[in-house]
């Protein structure tokens, strides 16, 4: 079974500055996709970013980007010139690719980010 | 595009009355669709995996009889919190998977559900 681990239950950041969320996992897989999403008050999930374990390359979405490092199962989110709108829970998940679990997500515990003025 | 749409949005209810759930993608054929529950500042747990034709798979220590889950058609799966209690107060949100599409799952926007 896969885990997904959170560590950080809160985070804030002042307006424009960067921030960082943290995200490991636990897997014996090899093929699969990491994803965060963003949960704001309206309760919505929103998919910020996106990563296939295959690509190498970090997948970066205009302010967002991640940090992805497969020999140490980690992958970080960093939120680049934080908007009020941004505030929201974070969820890292997980997805493996293939088999009868295909398409399940396995979430972390989240972490709520303020953006402050 | 890419639209999931639950019904009701809020639902109150009295306890051992059942209560059912629709889960809707609105511009796609989903013949998946996953049922996650979530408390309060909590994560979402995955409660079922719904496919369409055919038996939902449950979660290990999800009650199949207490959280009953149809999928008639491609665009529609439905969870029915059967004889409810105060302790399945929780929101509920499903997400589904187009048909045509790769792996993203879109999300609905959750029915938030009250046991008195």
């Known amino acids: 079974a896969q885990t997904v681990t959170q560590s950080q239950p809160e985070m804030s950041v002042q307006e424009a500055e960067t921030v960082t969320l943290s995200c490991t996992y636990d897997t014996s897989e090899n093929n699969y996709y990491l994803f965060w999403y963003k949960q704001p008050p309206s309760r919505q999930m929103i998919l910020v970013i996106r990563q296939e374990a295959y690509k190498q390359q970090n997948a970066t979405e205009n302010r967002f980007s991640v940090n992805f490092q497969k020999a140490a199962k980690s992958f970080s989110l960093k939120i680049s010139d934080s908007q009020l709108g941004d505030t929201a829970m974070y969820f890292c998940a997980f997805m493996k690719n293939g088999g009868t679990s295909y398409g399940k997500l396995t979430f972390g515990q989240g972490t709520i980010l303020t953006v402050h003025p | 595009g890419a639209v999931v749409s639950q019904h009701p949005s809020r639902v109150i209810c009295k306890s051992g009355t059942s209560v059912k759930i629709e889960c809707r993608s609105l511009d796609f054929q989903a013949t998946t669709m996953f049922w996650y529950r979530q408390f309060p500042k909590q994560s979402l747990m995955l409660m079922a995996t719904?496919?369409?034709?055919?038996?939902?798979?449950?979660e290990q220590g999800v009650e199949k009889d207490k959280f009953l889950i149809n999928h008639a058609s491609l665009t529609l799966s439905t969870l029915t919190v059967t004889s409810a209690h105060p302790e399945d107060s929780s929101f509920y949100i499903c997400?589904?998977?187009?048909?045509?599409?790769?792996?993203?799952?879109?999300f609905g926007p959750g029915t938030r559900l009250t046991v008195l």
């Open positions: 997400s589904a998977r187009d048909l045509q599409g790769d792996f993203e799952q879109f």
């Open positions: 719904s496919n369409e034709g055919s038996k939902a798979t449950y």
